[in-house]
């Protein structure tokens, strides 16, 4: 395992993403074959080296939390291994309105409890507020936060989606700290770099992030998490789309060659390279591809790789 943050000690360089678990985003009710693929995806991650494990309320509507507390209640002497992360605050449209996001201190803390209950533990890892609130009052979510604290409910705490000002302007008021921001990064995804790169230049799109996110969290300490990690397999398997897209993926298996892995690792090393110590969430629940991405961990790209798989990304060479 790789350190990756002086406040979370002996969590994996890897995150496996639950989203896929659960079966379909319904009310139906999970069958015999979606537990057996949960849990088959569950296992392959423990034996990669993979104990940090990524949920969110709204995952199959409940269902990847409750499939993964039926693991759980097989295997209860597990819990103590795994650091079980999830996610609240995105409400789906109901009889009291639409589809909106609610940092309130009691959606907060029933959301909490729910999850608790499906994920049948007594206890969350880390908490991370889902995307942000623009009705967010920071004192709410501070008693939220320590309430849940209090209660032994919740042991750290995160956001996701956030810049650097809106984690500054909640953290103000918490007495805990943030310490993790998840983020949409990843090889095809690079307004995070692209934000930086093209500082002062009209030609910067900066439509996704706000500018100094990344710089923010290494300063504060804070773990960046990637969501879209492996950018569904655009570079790794999946059928190419642009020129761009092509060239990229031509570039991977060549590396995947070079540095004997698989292209799945090169993907998730590009990420890791960064001096941010990103940690990549894959989202995949195929045993076969997590084991592919466990040897992420293993690959240390040199400086020119790096740089030719962002100018192959961006497809343009940089100012």
């Known amino acids: ?49 993979i104990n940090f494990f990524d949920h969110a309320d709204i995952y199959t509507r409940g269902k990847a939390e409750q499939v993964f507390g039926q693991y759980l209640a097989a295997a209860p002497a597990k819990r103590a291994e795994l650091f079980i992360q999830t996610k609240c605050a995105i409400r789906f449209a109901d009889e009291q309105g639409p589809g909106r996001y609610d940092f309130s201190k009691d959606y907060i803390i029933r959301s909490v409890e729910q999850s608790l209950t499906r994920l049948n533990t007594d206890y969350l890892d880390l908490l991370l507020l889902h995307r942000p609130d623009p009705l967010m009052q920071p004192e709410q979510v501070a008693q939220a936060f320590d309430q849940l604290v209090q209660q032994g409910k919740v042991r750290h705490f995160g956001v996701s989606n956030m810049g650097w000002a809106q984690m500054q302007w909640l953290q103000s008021a918490l007495s805990q700290p943030l310490l993790v921001n998840q983020l949409q990064m990843s090889l095809a995804d690079i307004d995070w770099l692209e934000e930086s790169v093209l ?17 923010y969290c290494q300063q504060q300490g804070v773990q960046l998490q990637s969501w879209g990690s492996l950018a569904k397999g655009a570079f790794s398997g999946a059928q190419t789309q ?12 060549q590396l995947a060659e070079q540095y004997q892995c698989s292209r799945e690792a090169i993907v998730l090393a590009w990420l890791m390279r960064h001096p941010a110590a990103i940690q990549p969430v894959i ?36 100012p």
């Open 1 to 49: 395992m790789i350190p990756l943050s002086r406040h979370l000690p002996g969590i994996s360089s890897l995150a496996f993403g639950c989203m896929g678990l659960g079966g379909s985003w319904d009310s139906n009710t999970t069958t015999a074959e979606q537990h057996r693929h949960a849990f088959s995806a569950i296992d392959a991650a423990l034996a990669n080296g």
């Open 199 to 215: 500082t002062g230049l009209p030609q910067g799109s900066n439509k996704h992030f706000s500018y100094g996110t990344v710089e």
């Open 242 to 253: 642009t020129d761009t897209e092509r060239a990229t993926a031509a570039l991977v298996a």
């Open 283 to 318: 989202g995949t629940a195929n045993p076969q591809r997590i084991a592919a991405c466990a040897g992420a961990s293993q690959v240390h790209l040199s400086r020119e790789h790096w740089y030719q798989l962002y100018i192959s990304s961006r497809g343009a060479p940089l």
